[in-house]
């Protein structure tokens, strides 16, 4: 998926971190177009072919009401329609470019929900921003950019709402998140929308900080080694 | 191999060979210079010493606050001191992750290197066969990267309860049923039609088994080919004891299993009257009654 570059989206996407009064926002609300990059064709291949070996196992199998429900009740659509598993692995496509320290290529169908209503996702973001954010953002000037750029009514909206060891931001005091991806299949447009609320107490750096005396931690090159200069040791982990 | 070796000045050499002998230690500065004699100037040592860390036969590290030296065999330095300085960075980082691995995230903040080249160096090294990609079941969707050799630890795979990333339950209901079985059978004298006191034991006896025992047991029976710690054996019984089917004893060792309580149900309890929220209106004729509850229809089929 190619990350689209935009001046007005970007403006949006800083404007949705912020300190609210009792946690941090980290937010994004990222446009991709389903161009794909080399890791996105080894991806496909591989959600492909575990997708042919599940159904292959379920219509072996001796249900064929299993089968039956595997196959509808995907929120992307019958997933033995090709389309339905483009769908979906577009979005995974998508969380991967997002978080490039993860990969999500281990995720089903069924860990998304198909949104039917477009106003219930629109109030459900707009009540927490405007929650949260206190004037500090506006939701109409928001939205209105988004359409701009994909167009909000012809979207089909996907939730995701991961348990905090799939979430990416799991290691950092997470309280509340909420995802959502708006695909417009004409536009072959994904916007990728999420609110985070991370916990204020403790900073990411001081995970980092190693005291533990019998761990050993490469020093980097440009130390010499008869200079026992205290500095560079307690800037490495900046 | 060894024309690594003999391309060093002799100092360099001999603080070399003295500290591969203790790999996979580390040493300090005193302790090489007690290694090779003690009698090497300052200056010395100091140039030999980054001759060899330029040449990636000795590694500097840091335990706590001090600089501690560790050797490095020779065919990795070999292959390191091809590499281009971000790779050795990087190398450098998942090798002492040992088989924990290091997550990628991690790896761009410790080095300060941008995440571009941090992804360009991790592909080369796989390429290269020296690191691969692995995944934990704790944050499954972590990339992680280890050493190309080393096995995964067992926190990154979640132990013998855990084929591919996912939790192998019929395994451990498999495993759970066996070991109570072993346990039951310990745990009560084997008269059949025993009647009052001759159905247990009596409270001297010694005999229920400890988890050493069931290990010892479990063993010997080759129920399974996947190999079980005496912890796992432990976690095993607790989560039987958490069912309620098996208890630990008061000498803390020892376990036996838990005779079902025989059913302390009675009518008067059971009937769904005792917690209807309409019981007060409740009559023949009116609105709520008996014949046409629907408490008592679910109750009764």
Redesign the interface.
């Known amino acids: 998926m190619k990350f689209l570059e935009l001046a007005d989206l970007d403006a949006i996407n800083n404007a949705l971190s912020f300190d609210a009064d009792d946690c941090r926002i980290h937010g994004k609300c990222e446009i991709y177009t389903t161009k794909s990059t080399g890791s996105d064709k080894k991806l496909y291949k591989a959600i492909e072919s575990r997708c042919q070996e599940d159904m292959l196992a379920f219509s072996s199998s001796k249900s064929p009401e299993l089968a039956f429900s595997w196959t509808q009740q995907s929120p992307f659509g019958p997933l033995d329609q090709s389309s339905s598993r483009r769908t979906f692995m577009y979005i995974v496509a998508t969380l991967n470019a997002s ?6 290529s ?2 089903q169908p069924t860990d998304f929900y198909k949104e039917p209503s477009l106003s219930r996702v629109l109030d459900s973001v707009n009540a927490t921003i405007n929650g949260m954010g206190r004037g500090r953002i506006s939701v109409n000037q928001l939205w209105e950019t988004v359409d701009r750029h994909i167009n909000l009514s012809e979207c089909n909206i996907y939730s995701y709402t991961p348990d905090s ?2 979430d ?1 931001y ?2 950092e005091a997470l309280i509340w998140s909420m995802s959502y991806f708006f695909f417009n299949k004409n536009m072959k447009r994904m916007l990728y929308f999420s609110l985070h609320g991370l916990g204020k107490e403790g900073t990411y750096q001081s995970h ?1 900080v ?12 440009d ?4 200079d ?1 200069e ?1 500095d560079w ?1 307690a800037n ?3 | 191999m060894a024309d690594q070796l003999k391309s060093l000045p002799r100092t360099a050499r001999q603080l070399y060979e003295f500290s591969s002998t203790k790999i996979p230690n ?1 040493l300090t ?1 005193q302790e090489l210079l007690d290694g090779v004699g003690g009698s090497v100037s ?1 200056n010395n ?2 140039s030999a ?2 001759l060899l ?1 330029s040449k990636r036969l000795l ?7 001090t ?4 050797a490095v065999p020779l065919e990795e330095a070999k292959t390191v001191s091809t590499m281009e ?1 971000d790779e ?2 990087v190398y ?2 998942i090798k ?1 992750a040992g088989n924990e691995g290091i ?4 790896l ?3 080095t ?1 290197l941008h ?1 571009h080249v941090v ?1 360009r160096c991790l592909k080369a090294l796989e390429s290269k066969n020296l690191v691969k ?1 692995i ?1 934990s079941v ?6 992680i990267y280890m050493l190309y050799d080393l096995v995964p630890s067992s926190e990154l795979t979640g132990g013998p309860w855990f084929t591919d ?1 996912e939790l192998d339950v019929e395994f451990i209901e498999n495993l759970k049923k066996v070991v109570y079985r072993f346990i039951h059978a310990k745990s009560f004298p084997p008269k059949k039609n025993a009647t009052g006191p001759d159905m247990i034991w009596s409270p001297e006896y010694n005999g229920f088994p400890t988890a050493l025992q069931i290990h010892t047991w479990l063993r010997n029976t080759n129920i399974t080919e996947v190999e079980l710690s005496l912890g796992n054996v432990i976690s095993l019984v607790d989560v039987l004891i958490y069912d309620g089917k098996v208890e630990k004893r008061s000498d803390g060792v020892s376990y036996c299993s838990v005779r079902p309580s025989p059913d302390a149900t009675n009518a008067f309890t059971e009937v769904p009257c005792g917690t209807c929220p309409v019981a007060d209106i409740c009559a023949v004729g009116s609105r709520v009654s008996p014949i046409t509850c629907e408490y008592l229809d679910k109750w009764l089929n």
């Open positions: 978080h490039p320290d993860h990969d999500f281990t995720l060891d799939s990416p799991g290691d980092y190693n005291e533990d005396e019998s761990v050993l931690t490469p020093v980097p090159e130390g010499e080694p008869s026992f205290d040791v490495m982990d900046e | 580390a500065q300052v040592l100091s010493l980054n860390l590694e500097a590290l840091q335990q706590g606050n600089l501690v030296y560790r300085g050795q960075i450098d980082f002492n997550w990628t995230k991690t761009t903040l410790r300060n995440v992804n990609p995944k704790k944050n499954p969707t972590r990339k990333q």
